[in-house]
């Protein structure tokens, strides 16, 4: 299984929502990844966590907040968004261990966010 | 730092015919090398990557890219491009020191003319 399945594909929400993207994993991975990918460009780090630890947030503002529950689950928590924040959200998974903690990333499919 | 360029954003082929798209890297050591392919809306599918060994690595669906240390080059080639090959496709170098950081380049976006 080298599938990295994030849920939902898609969302709508207000600016004074509060939702979650939820992504998983099953190949016993233990670094994973959110990115941003606005429209034309290519995706945008925000997140890593190596081990259920947070190891870099590139700056994201607060209303993004990301959870790693279990190694094979991680989660991005929604507040208070602005439209500027729409776009397709991305989460990676890689071996992260020891020599091979720079593996190659597997990507999931995405969540399109539009923030009304 | 490192960064990775692709300079070209935009590539038009004709079905049947060759393509190369182009990818320049600045890293302080052997980098980690990918390339990946994304469609519309999509994720994106690795297609290859390179750590070390022989610089000629094949990938899936008939790609195959070969890392020129010289040059800092990590060109991705198909000798015979297919209509499903139309998608956009970014190179990435990995920061081997730096908690798997992966850097993206811009992107070069591939149509195939009939």
Redesign the interface.
């Known amino acids: 299984d080298t599938e990295v399945t994030q849920t939902p594909k898609h969302l709508v929400m207000g600016m004074t929502n509060k939702k979650s993207l939820k992504c998983e994993q099953h190949m016993g991975h233990r670094a994973m990844y959110w990115y941003k990918q606005k429209a034309k460009k290519p995706p945008e780090l925000m997140f890593v966590y190596s081990y259920e630890k947070l190891s870099i947030n590139e700056s994201v503002p607060s209303r993004f907040s990301p959870e790693c529950p279990n190694s094979s689950l991680l989660n991005l928590h929604l507040h208070a968004l602005q439209p500027e924040d729409s776009a397709l959200y991305l989460c990676a998974s890689s071996q992260g261990t020891g020599e091979k903690r720079n593996t190659e990333a597997f990507f999931g499919q995405g969540t399109r966010l539009t923030v009304v | 730092a490192q960064s990775v360029t692709q300079p070209d954003i935009h590539i038009t082929v004709s079905e049947g015919a060759s393509l190369e798209l182009r990818c320049n890297y600045s890293y302080g050591a052997t980098p980690?090398l990918?390339w990946?392919v994304q469609s519309p809306?999509?994720?994106?599918?690795?297609l290859l990557?390179y750590?070390s060994g022989d610089t000629l690595v094949q990938g899936i669906k008939g790609f195959e890219a070969e890392f020129k240390r010289s040059q800092s080059s990590f060109n991705l080639r198909k000798p015979s491009v297919h209509w499903s090959d139309a998608a956009e496709y970014?190179c990435a170098v990995?920061?081997?020191y730096n908690?798997?950081?992966?850097y993206?380049?811009?992107?070069t976006k591939l149509n195939v003319k009939p």
Do not use: P, W
């Open positions: 980690y990918f990946y809306g999509q994720g994106l599918q690795l990557k750590f970014f990995g920061a081997i908690f798997n950081k992966f993206f380049g811009s992107g």
